[in-house]
């Protein structure tokens, strides 16, 4: 639990992004979480699981962009992935997740209006070619911010999906508000630092949290995505979609790029829409750091790693 806060923390520290970006081993164990630093390589990974019946969603990794320049290149990056997926006609199989602090929504002074300025035509051309966009969901702090650019965008993109993080202690009242028809909603245990004001601490309490959450979502009028590896919390909704008779287009599994990959393709094979979240680009520090801070294993095959190279 230490270890974890201490990773978290470090998630967001620049002196140690240059410390974990500059030593070249830790490319190899990047490389099991993130498909890649190229969109030729994201979109390689892409049919590798369009072969084994897996849809996919993209992230062009980026986050807490404190510049707009930085954040329309993020919106640029978004708008080229789309316009690579196109000729592949993988439709709603192949759509793409955002972090709205990559397009802007930390800047002092109106980032909540530049990232729905700079998300939005993002949006449109998912729509466009027949996909569509979830919002990733960061700290608590951002939680409001990110509901409501989503309100907005729905009204003209009803599909936009949205992420609700199981840990935080709104997120049964959110999944409530959320779970409505033409609502798609991935549920997250929840990837960030918090306090205990916002947030449950301990895993039973969180993964309780996440079992009352996913009812909410699986009972009601919405798209459920059940976004996590847990084998217990994969069977719950197993057992959900049965009593609650949904047919498998209308919910989805949604696993982690190299989480469990075996889970991923017998979810597929016994016939449920799975889609594995993608993320690639050279901006991994953050997401790589929250992956390892996930799991202890990860840890020590990453200072493993560093120890038999030096
Ligand atoms: C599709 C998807 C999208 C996500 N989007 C967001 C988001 O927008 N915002 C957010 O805060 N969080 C997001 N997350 C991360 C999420 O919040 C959790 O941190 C993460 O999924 C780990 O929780 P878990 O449900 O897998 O359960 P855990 O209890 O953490 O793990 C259950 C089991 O899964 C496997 N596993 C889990 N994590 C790892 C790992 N890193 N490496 C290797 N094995 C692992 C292990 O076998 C572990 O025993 C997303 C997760 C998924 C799957």
């Not at 935080?168 to 409530?176: C, G, I, S, V, W």
């Not at 459920?224 to 919910?251: K, N, Q």
Request: net charge neutral.
């Amino acid at each position: 639990m230490l270890t974890q806060k201490a990773l978290l923390a470090a998630s967001r520290r620049p002196g140690m992004r240059r410390v974990v970006t500059g030593t070249p081993v830790t490319r190899r164990v990047v490389d099991r979480f993130v498909a890649g630093e190229t969109l030729p390589d994201a979109l390689a990974a892409v049919r590798a699981l369009a072969a084994d019946g897996i849809a996919v969603t993209l992230d062009h990794l980026g986050e807490d962009v404190t510049d707009r320049v930085e954040a329309i290149r993020g919106r640029d990056a978004y708008l080229a992935l789309l316009e690579c997926l196109a000729p592949l006609q993988l439709g709603r199989a192949a759509e793409v997740s955002v972090k709205l602090s990559a397009f802007g929504q930390a800047l002092p002074v109106g980032g909540d209006d530049v990232a729905l300025e700079l998300v939005r035509p993002v949006v449109e051309a998912a729509s466009a070619q027949g996909t569509t966009v979830t919002l990733d969901m960061e700290d608590s702090r951002t939680v409001d911010s990110t509901l409501a650019v989503l309100a907005d965008l729905r009204r003209a993109h009803p599909g936009t999906g949205a992420v609700l993080q199981a840990m935080l202690h709104r997120t049964e009242d959110d999944a409530r508000a959320l779970a409505v028809p033409g609502s798609r909603v991935r549920l997250v245990k929840g990837a960030y630092r918090e306090p205990a004001s916002a947030a449950h601490q301990e895993k039973a309490a969180v993964d309780a949290a996440y079992a009352r959450c996913l009812e909410v979502l699986v009972r009601g009028g919405g798209y459920p995505m059940a976004g996590t590896h847990d084998p217990a919390l994969i069977a719950r909704m197993l057992e959900l979609v049965v009593e609650t008779g949904r047919t498998p287009d209308s919910y989805e599994f949604q696993l982690l790029y190299g989480i469990r990959p075996g889970e991923q393709v017998r979810l597929a094979r016994a016939g449920h829409t799975v889609r594995a979240y993608v993320p690639y680009g050279a901006d991994w520090y953050g997401y790589f750091m929250r992956r390892l801070a996930e799991r202890p294993a990860n840890l020590q095959f990453f200072l493993r790693s560093l120890a038999t190279k030096s």
